[in-house]
């Protein structure tokens, strides 16, 4: 009996999975692991929630590392045929109303894409969070009946759209459920909250989110993934300013 309250109390004195678990860069780099890949071909529907309105966008992306992406908007009509390309940290737009193609550059990076809560900047946006950012441990919270390590993220740069963000990663399957984007001033900007998840082989993936611009009006912008494909084969082809016509 002594020998069982021995052993007893030694294991109530044992360290939390907290404290005896990953550290925050390699939580960071498990995220980064769900997110990212080789290539991805990505089909998905924004639904706008305006103040007064709302509208559907619907859209086939194609995304090739970090540096190259190229989308065509397929709905609603009028939008139908815009295509953005993302070549490292350029980015163009093609609008076949005009038969034009204009770099997004400078302060356009900051307006809204569609109408949305996402800017041009944030479609810029280097995926892999670890090139970005020095990881830290907050602590660990319960979102949702789920529990979640809290990261808190400092760029290691300047030039860069958010000089800090918190998120909430899920302890289980690595995935951020929450996430707050903030200034260099401290000032909150935008934030992301993740309402369904799914398995693709040994990833989880969101697949409906909403995305607010904390500074704008409107109830934010819902985003969700209706098919997406890991490490498809994309003709190098789509990836230059001549597919955009």
């Not at 559907?56 to 194609?62: C, D, G, N, Q, R």
């Not at 090739?64 to 815009?82: H, N, S, V």
């Not at 076949?96 to 041009?120: C, E, N």
Request: aromatic share 12%; net charge negative; proline share 4%.
């Amino acid at each position: 009996m002594i020998c069982f309250w021995i052993v007893f109390v030694l294991l109530c004195q044992s360290p939390t999975p907290l404290e005896t678990g990953l550290s925050a860069t390699e939580i960071l780099a498990r995220v980064d692991d769900n997110y990212v890949s080789t290539t991805k071909q990505v089909t998905s529907t924004m639904i706008i929630h305006g103040r007064r309105s709302e509208r559907t966008v619907k859209a086939l992306s194609y995304i090739q590392g970090m540096d190259k992406a190229y989308t065509e908007y397929l709905f609603p009509e009028r939008e139908k045929g815009t295509k953005m390309l993302k070549l490292k940290n350029e980015l163009w737009l093609y609008s076949p109303d005009t038969d034009r193609t204009v770099k997004i550059a400078g302060h356009m990076l900051r307006r809204s894409v569609m109408g949305s809560d996402l800017s041009y900047e944030d479609y810029l946006e280097d995926p892999e969070l670890s090139h970005l950012y020095q990881a830290t441990l907050d602590g660990s919270e319960k979102l949702d009946d789920r529990d979640c390590y809290v990261l808190q993220l400092t760029a290691k740069t300047d030039d860069i759209a958010y000089f800090s963000r918190r998120l909430w990663v899920d302890r289980e399957r690595f995935i951020p459920l929450k996430e707050q984007r903030f200034a260099k001033s401290g000032k909150l900007l935008k934030e992301l909250t993740v309402t369904e998840v799914f398995r693709i082989e040994t990833r989880w993936y969101p697949r409906t989110m909403t995305f607010k611009d904390v500074l704008q009006s409107g109830l934010g912008t819902e985003f969700i993934i209706d098919a997406i494909e890991f490490d498809p084969a994309i003709p190098d082809s789509y990836f230059s300013t001549a597919a955009l016509r």
